[in-house]
Structures are given as C-alpha cells and as structure tokens.
C-alpha cells in the first residue's frame, strides 16, 4: 500500500482494507491446500475411518448390519460424512450397507454407481429395476440380527432417514427382518463425534488459522474507533474467509461491553444493534471456519487502548482470568463415561464454592459446528439438559469449551462485564487439551 492509500485508510470503511489487497497477519495463518489437495487428504482421512472406526463402533453398539439412506439435496446428516470429498450430494437415491462379517466390514452401495473407492455398487437396475426390491435381496442373504437405522428422538444428526424412506424400507423387508430394524442413534453420534489421530494431527493447523483470522480482525489494521461499526468487522470477516478460500458455518457476531453501558444479561437469544467502536471498549468476537470438513467455534475479547494507555485496566485483565479459571473446573471434570449432565452440576458447584458467577453451555464440534455428543449446558438451561445431556462423554472427542463468567471492573466503578469465552478442545479419555491454546491475555487494539 503507498503512502496516499496508506493516509486515506484511517478515514475510509472497512471494506476498502480488503478490496485495497491489504493483508495483515498474513504470515501468522498456515498454510491453506489447494482445493485438490483438500479433497486427497479428506479421503485419505475417510478411508482409514472406515477401516478403524466402522468396525469398533457398530461392535460397541450391537449392531451387525447398518443401513443409510439419502436422497439428493436431502441427504442424511451421516451420509454427507460418508462420501467421498468430489460428492457433494447423493446422486438421484443412494443406499449404504455396512455388514460386520466378523473379520471385516463389508461396504456395499445400493446404488447405479460405486461410490469412489470406498463403497462398491451392489445394484445393476437392468437386471432388477426396483432398488428397494434389490437392498431387501442384500439384507436377506446376509442375514444380520440387528439392523441400524438412523432414527433418533433427541439427536437430529442421528435422524437422517425419513418417513417416506423408512416406510419404504419397511416395505421391501419381510417382517421376519423387519423386527430387527432398531434406531442407530449411538452408532451415528459414535461415527460423526469420535476424531482420529490423523484428523487431530491437522486440527491444531485448522484452530490456528481461526485465532489468526480473530486476531487480524481485532486489530488496528481493521478498527478505527470512532468510526468502525461492529457490522463493519463482521463482514470484514466474512470477506476474509473469503479471500482464504474458507467458509463460516455462521455469521460472526461482534458486541461491546463499556464503562457507560448497561451490564449484559447473560442472554443470548439476540443479537445487539450495530455500533461505532470506541476507545476503552470491550469487544467480543465469536467466530468459525469450516476447513477439511471439519469445524471451529472461538470467542475472544479485545481491549480498545484509550489516549495514553499501554495495557488493559487490571479489572478487565483479572475478569480474563476469572473465565480462565471457570474453563479450568469445567475441564477438570470430563470423565469418560459421565453424562453431560453430571459435568455441568458438577463444574457449576464448583464454581458457586468459588464464588464465580458462572454460566456453562459447552458443545461438541466436528463434523458440525454444534456437533454430535454430550450436551454440557445450555444457556439458558443450567440445570441440565433433559437427553442430549444424558448423553455419556467418550474419549477421542472435540468440544467447544464455552461458558462465561461475571466479574466487578473496579475502573468502570464496579459494572460488571462478562468474559465469555470458547474454545475448541480435545478429550483423549485421560484429560482435556485446548487444540490450539486459549486465550490468556486481552487482544489490544492500539
């Protein structure tokens, strides 16, 4: 950028940073693979779930057969993790078959077509034009006594079939078989929460292009106070995930605390008006890519400098490490096998003895964004959540570690502001680890 664009930048929107080509902290983001790189490693990765994952999890839960159906643009939640990377739907209506013959898993397609190399097409419609009439051939050779579905009361990532499909299904089964159709919902969040080494080796590159993006954002290569909006860094990021070649599976949210402003409410079913940052502000990001197929869901704050300042007001910095103490409970009480449930009563005396005014609403993250698993609160359920947080905690799972915490800022004459945070972390079975880090200090916006 010359000197003129470089002069012109403080006085101009956001928007020109990015059409301008500026690209601060470019050299902090990793490195981004090509779209075909993307879909190799994605595959790669896919083929040694199916090896690993398929058989453990359909013996865990008793299953000896499991069907998935999809058809296209309607696809089941489990089916889009399924396919190869170049699928981006099903193709007219695809079927998957998995059938443990007790050395191996066999991976059939009822479909016109093989399904890359992972699932071979077990349907010729020349010699038997109805499908339903062929999947029915499949299964009665087989012979399986339990076979999963995924049809799920509580979970909708574990509902994917639908009326039509399963009475169709039903149909083509004689009752003998028919009996023996039992909802899959443990196996489908089983598959769609467990994360392999090889996904976990890369996850960390994927948590730190997120922190890298939020740091950019929160700078004041973006930020003008007095004159950028909250929306004008919203959109900024929406254009930045952009121009990286990435997508949100949200649109980023950015609010303000302030030393005049009335004290947030904890409540989360909105979202507040646009607003020109200023200087001794707070400002909250809550942030998410989708890159490799997988998620990340981050909230940070940053400190606007006033005239003169170097650091944040030591409240604000000890309200940081009030949440970072609540995150530490909440951590400290995974377990595999405990029940969402039973963490979030737990952490939440803890925190109580403490004295932290505290607020826990933690998800898994994957595959999707509020992925599949354990619920550990709800904003506004603290008292737990009836189903999804009965749900057991299994090891090799990610979580968005989020929560916040109320704290008195003695320099804003005792307001009191709330550090809501979230991180992505990993639970091998033994304890937590943040996938990237989490925040410990403010971000400074100078």
Request: charged share 25%; net charge negative.
């Amino acid at each position: 950028m010359d000197t003129k664009k470089r002069k012109l930048a403080v006085f101009l929107p956001v928007w020109f940073f990015w059409f301008s080509g500026f690209s601060a902290f470019a050299s902090e983001i990793p490195a981004i693979l090509s779209m075909k790189e993307r879909a190799e490693l994605r595959d790669r990765w896919l083929g040694v779930r199916l090896q690993r994952v398929i058989p453990e999890l359909m013996r865990r839960e008793g299953f000896d057969m499991w069907i998935i159906v999809a058809r296209e643009y309607n696809e089941d939640p489990v089916f889009r993790t399924l396919a190869p990377a170049t699928w981006l739907a099903a193709r007219r209506r695809t079927v998957l078959v998995f059938f443990d013959k007790g050395d191996e898993v066999e991976r059939l397609a009822v479909a016109r077509y093989d399904i890359g190399e992972f699932f071979q097409s077990a349907w010729d419609p020349e010699g038997e034009p109805d499908q339903w009439k062929r999947l029915a051939q499949i299964v009665g050779q087989r012979d399986p006594r339990r076979i999963g579905i995924n049809r799920s009361s509580l979970f909708a990532l574990a509902d994917g079939i639908t009326a039509s499909e399963l009475e169709a299904l039903q149909n083509a089964l004689p009752e003998a078989l028919r009996d023996r159709l039992a909802g899959a919902e443990k196996l489908s969040i089983g598959w769609l929460e467990t994360r392999t080494a090889e996904e976990m080796e890369v996850y960390s590159s994927i948590c730190r292009i997120a922190h890298a993006i939020i740091a950019e954002g929160l700078s004041d290569r973006v930020i003008q106070p007095g004159f950028t909006t909250t929306a004008d860094v919203q959109w900024w990021y929406r254009e930045r995930i952009r121009e990286l070649k990435l997508v949100t599976w949200f649109h980023p949210s950015v609010s303000i605390q302030r030393a005049d402003s009335e004290d947030h409410s904890g409540d989360f079913s909105g979202r507040e008006d646009s607003e020109a940052i200023q200087r001794g502000d707070l400002i909250h990001v809550d942030f998410g890519i989708t890159y490799l197929g997988l998620n990340t869901d981050t909230q940070q704050h940053a400190y606007v400098l006033r005239a003169g300042e170097e650091k944040a007001p030591a409240g604000l910095v000890k309200a940081l490490q009030v949440g970072n103490r609540l995150q530490d409970i909440l951590t400290a009480q995974f377990s595999e096998g405990r029940s969402g449930n039973e963490i979030l009563s737990r952490a939440l005396a803890q925190a109580r003895d403490e004295g932290l005014e505290a607020r826990i609403y933690t998800h898994p993250i994957g595959y999707h964004g509020h992925g599949a698993g354990s619920t550990i609160g709800l904003w506004d359920r603290q008292e737990g959540v009836p189903g999804r947080g009965d749900y057991p905690l299994y090891a090799n799972t990610a979580h968005s570690i989020e929560l916040n915490a109320a704290s008195p800022i003695p320099e804003w004459n005792g307001k009191k502001v709330r550090i809501m945070l979230e991180e992505d972390a990993f639970f091998d079975g033994t304890g937590v680890r943040y996938i990237d880090g989490r925040q410990t200090e403010l971000l400074l916006v100078r």
